[in-house]
């Protein structure tokens, strides 16, 4: 299976802090993979770097088969690799003034002329796609409302719309769950799902819940201090590893125990930590 997303001995350095120490992996087409870790771990700083939104201080970068930074230089292809990469942030990042509908379009500004992109002109067929892309996450009845009108899991579902109509081939989600309510985070888990599945998108995305990642994702890659301290089955992610990979910095991963059997599935049981914190 081809790899969509590698890593080699990439660094990344802020002041006197190292955010990421050779941080090395490899995730193929099509998995669904969890990122773990506490506040700090450094998931977010690994996330921003694939798409080259910031450079590292070294190491390289291998995105659909391309690098794409090496050494802490983007290379010249990277806008042509980063149209293929769908970003979902914790807050949304729409703009709240504009209808749903042109936040949804904004996915498509790579492949529209620059005139029409200047003036926010899409043709009837962009947005037929978009509202098509709204439908499918449940919420095309909102692509004429101001973003700055829905609730926080209905702007997570226009951001993961517009990743649809972009087309995105990987979709990295930065805690798109965090701020949500569990019924919501259900529903945006769900339709990431979806995605990987029904759409063959590469999904990478960073959690802070357990739950989540061993509902949703066969594989978890975690972190803690800028390394990665596990890579395997989330099934394995019991209280007692979390513990020694994390130690007291693991309770973080069981703060939403108000999470119900119902709201995550009912195949899941609380987690607790007993004795072994």
């Not at 798409?51 to 201080?57: A, E, H, Q, R, V």
């Not at 379009?105 to 529209?112: D, K, M, R, S």
């Not at 081939?169 to 769900?190: C, F, G, H, Q, Y």
């Not at 979806?194 to 989540?212: D, G, I, K």
């Amino acid at each position: 299976m081809a790899i969509a997303i590698e890593t080699r001995e990439l660094s990344k350095s802020f002041a006197n802090c190292k955010a990421l120490d050779k941080v090395s992996l490899q995730i193929s087409e099509g998995e669904m993979v969890a990122l773990l870790g506490a506040s700090g771990s450094g998931k977010s700083t690994l996330l921003r770097h694939l798409p080259g939104f910031i450079t590292s201080t070294s190491g390289e970068i291998d995105v659909l088969g391309k690098t794409v930074q090496a050494n802490g230089q983007r290379k010249s292809n990277f806008k042509e690799v980063r149209n293929k990469i769908g970003f979902v942030f914790q807050q949304f990042n729409l703009v709240n003034r504009l209808p749903v509908i042109t936040n949804v379009l904004i996915g498509l500004l790579h492949e529209t002329p620059w005139w029409r992109s200047l003036l926010m002109r899409f043709t009837v067929k962009q947005r037929q796609a978009a509202i098509e892309a709204l439908a499918s996450v449940g919420i095309e009845q909102t692509a004429w409302q101001r973003a700055s009108t829905l609730s926080g899991g209905q702007q997570q579902r226009a951001a993961l719309a517009r990743c649809l109509v972009q087309k995105a081939k990987i979709i990295l989600a930065d805690e798109p769950i965090a701020s949500l309510d569990p019924e919501s985070s259900r529903i945006v888990m769900n339709l990431l799902q979806n995605m990987n599945q029904e759409h063959h998108c590469t999904v990478l995305v960073s959690l802070h819940q357990v739950e989540f990642a061993v509902r949703y994702c066969k594989r978890t890659i975690a972190l803690n201090a800028g390394r990665v301290v596990y890579d395997g089955p989330s099934s394995a992610l019991t209280p007692q590893l979390l513990a020694e990979l994390y130690g007291s910095s693991a309770q973080e991963f069981f703060q939403t125990q108000a999470l119900t059997d119902s709201s995550i599935g009912n195949n899941l049981q609380p987690m607790s930590f007993g004795k072994h914190v």
